[in-house]
C-alpha cells in the first residue's frame, strides 16, 4: 500500500506561481511512475504530467507545456509540480498518483494509489 500525500495548494491571482509537494510512503516500489492529474467541477480527471523513476524522462499535457514542471527527489520520496504563469482555467483538485514499475501512461486507470488531493484556485 501507497500513501500519498499532496500539500501547497492554495488561492493565486493568474499569472503567479505555486509550488505543489507530494510526499509518498509505504510501498513504494524500487522504481516507479509518479503523475500529477487535476479535475475541476463537473469535469473528468484530466492528465498534467508524468515523471519516471529516473526523472530522466517528462511528459506533459498540452494545456500545462511550458509553464508547469514536474520533478522528483527519491531520497525524499517526494515529487514536486511547479506551476507557473497560472491561468483561471488552471483552477482545479489537483491529485498525484504513483504506478509502480517504467511503463509511462498518463491515463488515470493506469495509477493504483492517489493522494486526497489539494484546491488550487487562480483568481482572474
Known amino acids: 500500500q501507497v500513501q500519498l500525500v499532496e500539500s501547497g495548494g492554495g488561492l493565486v491571482q493568474a499569472g503567479g506561481s505555486l509550488r505543489l509537494p507530494c510526499a509518498a510512503s509505504?510501498?513504494?516500489?524500487?522504481?516507479?511512475?509518479m503523475g500529477w492529474f487535476r479535475q475541476a467541477p463537473g469535469k473528468e480527471r484530466e492528465f498534467v504530467a508524468v515523471i519516471t523513476w529516473s526523472g530522466g524522462s517528462t511528459y506533459y499535457a498540452d494545456s500545462v507545456k511550458g509553464r508547469f514542471t514536474i520533478s522528483r527527489d527519491n531520497a525524499k520520496n517526494t515529487v514536486y509540480l511547479q506551476m507557473n504563469s497560472l491561468k483561471p482555467e488552471d483552477t482545479a483538485v489537483y491529485y498525484c498518483a504513483h504506478r509502480p514499475g517504467g511503463v509511462v501512461v498518463t491515463t488515470p486507470r493506469g495509477f493504483g494509489s492517489w493522494g486526497q488531493g489539494t484546491q488550487v484556485t487562480v483568481s482572474s
Open positions: 509505504g510501498r513504494t516500489f524500487s522504481s516507479y511512475i
